[in-house]
Each structure stands twice: as C-alpha cells, then as structure tokens.
C-alpha cells in the first residue's frame, strides 16, 4: 500500500522535474540575485553616516 503511493509520488515528481528543470534554474537563479541585492542594499545603508532626522513643533 505505501510502496504503491510511494512510487506514484516519485514518478509525479520526476514527470514534473524533467518537464521543468529550466523553469526550477531559473527560479532559483532569481531569488538568489534577489537576496544578493537586498542582503548588498542592507548592509551599504547600515554603514552609511546619515544625519538624524529632527523633527520640529511648529509655534502658532
């Protein structure tokens, strides 16, 4: 009984696998240029001397 469904879910995901394998590279290949970007983004603005901002009450 488990090795029947053990072995459907096997073939559907090697079906899917080999239908696919470029669209997985290439999702993978864009999240990690993601991640370096925001992670290279995070660290430039963490390192940056910025004035604070003051905030001010206007008198009226």
Do not use: C, H, W
Request: hydrophobic share 50%; glycine share 4%; charged share 20%.
């Amino acid at each position: 009984m488990y090795k029947e469904r053990l072995t459907k879910i096997l073939g559907f995901v090697k079906r899917f696998y080999d239908r696919s394998v470029y669209d997985i590279i290439l999702f993978i290949i864009v999240a990690l240029l993601i991640l370096l970007s925001f992670a290279i983004g995070f660290i430039t603005a963490k390192y940056q001397n910025k004035i604070p901002i003051q905030i001010e009450q206007s008198k009226q």
